[in-house]
């Protein structure tokens, strides 16, 4: 098993819903995110991670929360490689579409947090929970 830093955003729009990606490979839906990479921030990667998965930049508006619990946090990719992802997970609003995705999406879409599609990456499940909560933050499990 790996132990990878991870990190990702919840975007919501004006109209309260949030982008998601269609991962290719899986087929599952799930928030842009993915490894920090050596010398830069969790901040930095989020913004990243989101601007080559979805096109999107954005404005990051806090941190939703830390997650690590092996319980929800571990995950068999479709290549047999098994990951335990701990991370930060950040709040963000769309501030324009100015890139073209590097191909890891096979479809993106705005979806209102209580009308998730399905089936959701198995990672991002407490996350999108807790953002539709929206109690006090941050989260950390």
Not at 18 to 47: D, I, N, S
Not at 79 to 89: L, P, Q
Not at 102 to 114: H, K, N, R, T, Y
């Amino acid at each position: 098993m790996e132990l990878r830093v991870c990190c990702g955003v919840v975007v919501l729009d004006d109209e309260d819903r949030v982008l998601l990606m269609r991962r290719r490979g899986e087929g599952t839906w799930g928030l842009p995110g993915g490894g920090v990479e050596v010398g830069e921030t969790w901040e930095q990667a989020a913004r990243r991670e989101c601007r080559e998965e979805t096109g999107w930049d954005i404005d990051l508006r806090g941190l939703l929360g830390i997650y690590s619990d092996p319980a929800t946090q571990i995950h068999r990719y479709p290549d047999g490689r098994v990951v335990h992802c701990v991370g930060a997970i950040f709040l963000g609003s769309p501030l324009g579409r100015t890139a073209i995705p590097d191909g890891e999406a096979s479809e993106l879409g705005w979806f209102p947090l209580d009308r998730l599609p399905e089936p959701l990456f198995a990672i991002d499940v407490p996350v999108l929970e807790h953002a539709a909560r929206r109690q006090a933050r941050p989260f950390v499990n």
